[in-house]
């Protein structure tokens, strides 16, 4: 339904060309989710938006790629046809829900406005079927904060506002950039279930967006991981979780605190600077921060490869090799704890 | 809301009773005695002395501000030594043409600002927004005498378009009304479109990648509603305020433009009443301007509120 085809998304800035997407390819089925991670900056929202065509154009610019939707390339459509598109067959919320809101108008007028922008139907209509959203999105007593400002929602009742909004016209997609990043731990699990009920009464594929792994997990079914503006895995849940074959991926598992492991809890983060998008490193982007890296990773770039029938890497070692560095490693760092204490 | 209102109405009282301080002791504390400047050099002691005690100068200044303020309560703001009209009645007499000049410049000043502002902001990544802003910083450094002046000869003397000086009161005929206040009128907003639309274009170039434009423009809404609708309701709030400073200065700008034009208004009279030492009408009047001054600040508290529902609802 949606193939993004080597896709680059470039940004002009004072100091040089940003490549925040840089040859990025993949695939979306309809009603699957499919989950994209990768540390803050590596090009998740850019994508995202490039999807909605919703970067500003200029400074960013398409120099290569195709975004097919429905066999339609949406770098090449006008305006006129593309708005067509955007909230009706794709539609996307954003991560901060506090500012993702005019302050200005009220809820209902917004949610109305969805509705309306494709669909001609009188107003009392539209308000109707707009009492009907907040009800599916969980907000008590709907038909009175129809007429409530932003300001007198929390910031977990905004995100279902923008829900309801991005559900207004039945879209065949939803894409929702770190849709639970601002909010609160417990108001998250309420959203993400709230997007799963959903999905399971609209049956729309989601693409949702994070860097946490832990949504990942609980949301998709498929992973794309990024880093520096290209995918460097991509696979099945179980693929990236329990095969992982990418030292970024197994990096970023790392990071994530552990409370089940022996020893204490730990938190690690990816040791080394997210690269330069302007001037990115020679041969595969992550060789100045990846603990296997060769002399042969800073002139080779690799490219996505083949591991099993959907899981694809892009890392010069084999299966084997990485395995073999995996151990070695975690025995070093077994004997180091263990002075340590 | 109404507590919000009556909040700004309380305000006002300790603003207007300093003003009133100020405007006393402007005129009562500045050298040279007024009985002095009236009757003139060559007047006895004895004139000066009977003078000012017909005018109560002799009276302690505190006591002569009471007495001062207590009548301004009755709306009696004296006498003027020049003509023995009342004050106010002086200053009603000349309102008629001020405000018709303040209306008619700030309308100009609107209609052209806002379209402009929007239109730059629509085409905000192409050379029509260097252009604008020199055009706006060029327009708000002219001169406004110096425009006037060029307006008068252009289309007032060369190709007589335009009356050169006069007024003709609306209830004589919109048409006359127009007709004398557009030149003056023009001058006048000349200088403010420049600054207002350049603020507008400002917040608007703020608003217009918020997020809650991206959310707008998610939706399918035309890129022109997002900045009309979206941008332009948000941006027009901290406007307001450059307005209200406009629409106050514009008080100021009336002074030279109704002496050029020779307008009856209320500038005018101030300058004569300076030049004839008449000290209660030029206490009155800047009391007066400082008055409208305040009125003006309050219509835009009471503005913000009504655009901004995140103050409505405090
Ligand atoms: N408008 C912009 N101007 C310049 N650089 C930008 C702009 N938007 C994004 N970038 C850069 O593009 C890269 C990718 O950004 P983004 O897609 O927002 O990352 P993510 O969503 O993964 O955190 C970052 O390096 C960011 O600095
Ligand atoms: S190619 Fe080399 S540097 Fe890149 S991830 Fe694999 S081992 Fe690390
Ligand atoms: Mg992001």
């Keep these: 339904m949606l193939e993004v085809k080597n896709l680059k998304a470039h940004i002009d800035t004072p100091d040089g060309v940003v490549k925040a997407v840089d040859g990025v390819s993949f695939i979306i089925k309809p009603g699957e989710t499919v989950g994209i991670v990768g540390e803050s900056g590596s090009g998740k929202s850019v994508l995202a938006h490039s999807i909605m065509q919703l970067n500003p154009k200029p400074p960013t610019f398409y120099p290569q790629g195709e975004i097919l939707f ?60 707009a009492i009907e959203l907040l009800k599916d999105v969980g907000i008590p007593d709907p038909e009175k904060r129809m007429n409530a400002y932003p300001h007198q929602f929390s910031g977990g009742m905004r995100q279902r506002v923008l829900i309801a909004i991005a559900l207004a016209c039945n879209p065949k997609i939803l894409i929702a950039d770190e849709p639970t990043t601002a909010l609160d731990v ?69 990071s994530l605190p552990r409370i089940d492991s022996e020893s204490r809890e730990r938190l690690l983060n990816i040791e080394g600077q997210p690269p330069n998008l302007i001037h990115p490193p020679s041969g595969c982007n992550f060789h100045p921060r990846c603990p296997f890296a060769t002399e042969q990773c800073k002139l080779i770039d690799p490219e996505l490869t083949k591991r099993s029938s959907n899981h694809f890497v892009a890392c010069l070692l084999s299966e084997v090799e990485f395995k073999e560095a995996k151990r070695l490693m975690e025995n070093v760092e077994q004997e180091g704890d263990l002075k340590h204490v | 809301m109404l507590h919000y209102t009556l909040r700004r109405l ?16 402007i005129v009562h504390l500045t050298p040279g005695n007024p009985a002095y400047l009236i009757l003139g050099e060559d007047s006895s002691p004895e004139a000066i002395e009977q003078l000012e005690q017909q ?66 902001v629509w085409k905000r990544n192409t050379v029509l927004d260097p252009l604008f802003l020199s055009g706006s910083l060029l327009g708000t450094s002219i001169p406004e005498f110096w425009l006037a002046l060029l307006l008068v000869l252009g289309l007032g003397v060369s190709v007589p378009i335009f009356p050169v ?94 002496t050029i034009f020779t307008i009856p208004g209320v500038g005018q009279l101030l300058i004569d009443s300076i030049h004839r030492r008449d000290y209660p009408v030029i206490q009155g009047v800047v009391l007066f301007v400082a008055f409208v001054y305040v009125l003006i600040n309050l219509i835009v508290d009471l503005l913000y509120a009504f655009l901004d529902p995140r103050i409505r609802y405090d």
């Design chain 1, 70 to 129: 429905e066999g339609r390339n949406l770098l090449q459509l006008q305006e006129k046809e593309l708005r067509k598109i955007r909230g009706n067959d794709i539609a996307m919320i954003f991560q901060d829900p506090m500012s993702s809101l005019n302050p200005v108008f009220k809820v209902g007028e917004q949610l109305m406005e969805a509705i309306l922008t494709h669909h001609h139907m009188p107003k009392s209509k539209a308000k109707q079927r």
């Design chain 1, 186 to 254: 417990t108001i998250q699990a309420q959203i993400l279930e709230l997007m799963k009920n959903i999905q399971e009464k609209y049956g729309m594929a989601i693409i949702i967006i994070s860097h946490d792994l832990g949504v990942i997990a609980q949301m998709a079914e498929k992973v794309l991981v990024m880093y520096s503006g290209r995918i460097v895995e991509k696979g099945n849940v179980e693929d990236i979780f329990f095969h992982t074959s990418m030292p970024y991926t197994w990096s970023l598992l790392r």
């Design chain 2, 10 to 25: 309380l305000a006002i009282i300790p603003v207007l009773f300093i003003v009133s301080i100020i405007v006393f002791m």
């Design chain 2, 55 to 120: 005018l109560g100068l002799d009276k302690p200044k505190v006591i002569q501000y009471f007495d001062w303020l207590g009548n301004i309560f009755v709306g009696d703001l004296g006498q003027s030594i020049y003509s023995e009209q009342a004050v106010t009645q002086i200053i009603v007499e000349r309102l008629g043409p001020t405000f018709s000049l303040m209306v008619i410049s700030m309308l100009l000043t609107i209609i052209v600002a806002i379209p402009t502002a929007i239109f730059i």
């Design chain 2, 165 to 258: 000086a006069g007024y003709i009161p609306i209830t004589d005929g919109l048409l006359g009304w127009l007709h004398h206040l557009l030149l003056p009128g023009i001058v006048l907003a000349a200088v403010e479109v420049g600054l207002i639309a350049r603020m507008l274009r400002d917040s608007m170039l703020e608003s217009v990648n918020q997020d809650y434009t991206k959310t707008a423009r998610g939706k399918g809404v035309k890129e022109s509603t997002v900045l009309m609708k979206h941008v332009f309701s948000n941006a027009l709030i901290p406007t307001t305020t450059v307005i209200g400073v406009t629409v106050a200065g514009l008080l100021g700008g009336t002074v030279i433009i109704e």
